[in-house]
């Protein structure tokens, strides 16, 4: 399994209303080919900045088959206006356990 880890700007105010549309958009992430898992979480040092963290089989179902996916087109529609700025984003892969 690796992680795509996205880091969310929202714009000022939008928090809540961003959260909402992540919670309507979380059956689309859980239909989609590969998706294993799915977490929000809010920067305490910085409440407008969010980190999305999904679990794909593959960086490839990530990459090619959810971003060429309607799913995908209507996840940027729910956020697209509480955006500030494009969302950076990363993959992982685990590499060690811990306490």
């Known amino acids: 399994m690796i992680f795509e880890i996205a880091t969310?700007?929202?714009?000022?105010?939008?928090e809540g209303a961003f959260e909402?549309?992540?919670?309507?958009?979380y059956p689309l992430f859980q239909q989609a080919a590969g998706a294993l898992s799915m977490t929000l979480n809010r920067v305490l040092e910085s409440t407008s900045t969010?980190?999305?963290?999904?679990?794909?089989?593959t960086v490839e179902h990530h990459t090619e088959t959810f971003r060429s996916s309607?799913?995908?087109?209507?996840?940027r529609e729910l956020i697209g206006e509480h955006l500030d700025g494009v969302p950076a984003v990363v993959h992982t892969e685990h590499v060690l356990n811990g306490f």
């Open 70 to 75: 309607e799913a995908f087109g209507r996840w």
């Open 8 to 14: 969310i700007k929202i714009l000022p105010g939008h």
């Open 50 to 57: 969010y980190e999305l963290r999904v679990g794909w089989e």
């Open 20 to 25: 909402e549309a992540v919670l309507e958009a």
